[in-house]
């Protein structure tokens, strides 16, 4: 799986843009590496200017940046977008309307909001409910998913005694969504906050969800059944045909016989963002069908 999260000085994608620059809201920003190499985020305007150095720059393909100024976090105002190959105002941001160079600088996130961001980015930024960015690490670690393994594994070795972490290989459809939802959010998360609208394409276990092919019980549909959660998404054809396959009698379909997810999963644009999401709804889909929920 993707790593959510980059952190000074191994901030790649800066590194292959050293200078990136963008007009917005009627203040100037540029990224750019410093003298002695570092990366810093620079908001300016005809009074004055703000400079403050990047540590954390969550995303792969499309970042934004953390900032920490006056022991306080922000989110970036502006993020680097693959589609621009540059800075563009932060998706969601669009409405705001800086009135001093900190507002210019970032949107100013709550204790919980901060905590939110590196809990589901990266691993050991949050310890009971508090920010330990000491101990932040890029990715996630085995545990993360596998809960309860580190303490087996030290029972093994002569620590105290300690149960044989659930399989997940033996997980019900649901429970995974439910597993993978704490980051990529559950279906409850998103119909509680309203999330309806192609906005939602990103969040897979609400589309899966939706979709006839989704039996709760069956581990034929599951995340991993698609998906191996230890590598990068495979784009191999074949692999999602047999997974189709395995419920779908090879005849079911009066179109073809094999690259099922091309037309039944088709790409969605999110909203404001450049990035393409595979619409988890499996369904049939006919051109200039609305988006459906
Ligand atoms: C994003 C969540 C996630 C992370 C992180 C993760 N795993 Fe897994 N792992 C899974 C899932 C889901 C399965 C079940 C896959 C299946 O067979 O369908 C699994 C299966 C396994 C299995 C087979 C036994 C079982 O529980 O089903 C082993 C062994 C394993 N993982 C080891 C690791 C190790 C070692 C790491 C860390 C390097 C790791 N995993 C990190 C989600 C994860
Ligand atoms: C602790 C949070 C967390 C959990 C739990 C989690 N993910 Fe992720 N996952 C992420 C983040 C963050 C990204 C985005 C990385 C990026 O694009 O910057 C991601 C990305 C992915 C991607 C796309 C990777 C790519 O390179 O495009 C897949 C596929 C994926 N996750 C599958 C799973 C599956 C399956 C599970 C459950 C077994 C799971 N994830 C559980 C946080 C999580
Ligand atoms: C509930 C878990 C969760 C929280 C909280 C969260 N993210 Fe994410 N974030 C994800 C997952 C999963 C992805 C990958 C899928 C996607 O792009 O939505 C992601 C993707 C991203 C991306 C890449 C977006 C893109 O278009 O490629 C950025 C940037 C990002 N998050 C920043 C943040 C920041 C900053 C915060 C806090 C203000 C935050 N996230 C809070 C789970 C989370
Ligand atoms: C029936 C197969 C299938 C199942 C089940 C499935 N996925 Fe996917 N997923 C795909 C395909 C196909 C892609 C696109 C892969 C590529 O990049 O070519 C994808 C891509 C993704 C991505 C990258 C962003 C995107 O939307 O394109 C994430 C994250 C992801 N899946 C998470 C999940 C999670 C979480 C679950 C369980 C709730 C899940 N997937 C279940 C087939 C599946
Ligand atoms: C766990 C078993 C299972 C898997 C795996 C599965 N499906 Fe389904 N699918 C079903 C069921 C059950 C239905 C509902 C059948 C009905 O209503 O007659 C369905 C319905 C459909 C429909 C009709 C949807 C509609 O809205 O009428 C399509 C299209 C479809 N599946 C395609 C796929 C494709 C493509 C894949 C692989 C990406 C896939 N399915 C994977 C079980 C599955
Ligand atoms: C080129 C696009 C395309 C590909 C590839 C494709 N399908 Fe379809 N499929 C369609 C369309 C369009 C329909 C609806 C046909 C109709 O209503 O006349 C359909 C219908 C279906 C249905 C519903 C059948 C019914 O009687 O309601 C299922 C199930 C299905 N496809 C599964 C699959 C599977 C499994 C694969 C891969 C082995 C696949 N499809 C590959 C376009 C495609």
């Known amino acids: ?20 620059t963008v007009q917005a809201n009627g203040y100037f920003y540029e990224v750019a590496r410093n003298s002695d190499g570092a990366f810093t985020y620079t908001v300016k305007d005809r009074d004055g200017s703000l400079t403050l150095p990047i540590r954390y720059a969550f995303g792969v393909r499309n970042q934004t940046f953390v900032l920490e100024y006056q022991g306080r976090f922000y989110e970036s ?11 563009a105002v932060t998706m969601g941001d669009e409405r705001v309307t800086p009135h001093n160079l900190v507002e210019a600088m970032g949107r100013q996130t709550s ?34 998913c596998h809960a309860g393994a580190s303490a087996h594994m030290q029972s093994l070795t ?17 429970d995974m969504s ?21 906005k939602n394409v990103r969040f897979q276990p609400y589309r899966l969800a939706n979709s006839k092919c989704f039996l709760g019980d069956d581990p034929r549909i599951r995340c991993s059944a698609c998906h191996d ?6 784009h191999e054809q074949a692999g999602y045909d047999k997974v189709c396959l395995s419920c779908h009698a090879p005849k079911t379909c009066p179109v ?16 404001g963002s450049g990035s393409v999401f595979n619409d988890h709804y499996i369904r049939v889909v006919h051109a200039g069908d609305p988006y459906p929920y």
């Open 256 to 271: 073809d016989d094999k690259n099922c997810v091309t037309c039944h999963m088709p790409k969605v644009r999110a909203p």
């Open 77 to 87: 105002l502006v993020s680097y977008y693959d589609a621009v190959a540059g800075l």
């Open 158 to 174: 002569g620590g105290p005694p300690a149960p044989v972490p659930q399989k997940l290989a033996a997980m019900r459809a649901e």
């Open 178 to 198: 439910d597993l993978c939802g704490e980051c990529h959010r559950t279906w409850e998360s998103v119909v509680s906050q309203r999330l309806f609208g192609e």
């Open 111 to 144: 204790d919980q909001e901060i905590t939110a961001c590196f809990d589901c980015h990266g691993t050991g930024g949050v310890t009971n409910g508090q920010l330990t960015l000491d101990k932040l690490k890029p990715g996630l670690t085995c545990e993360r």
């Open 1 to 20: 799986m993707g790593i959510g999260i980059e952190m000074a000085p191994d901030l790649k994608l800066l590194r292959e843009h050293p200078k990136l």
């Open 229 to 234: 959660p230890h590598h990068d998404p495979s």
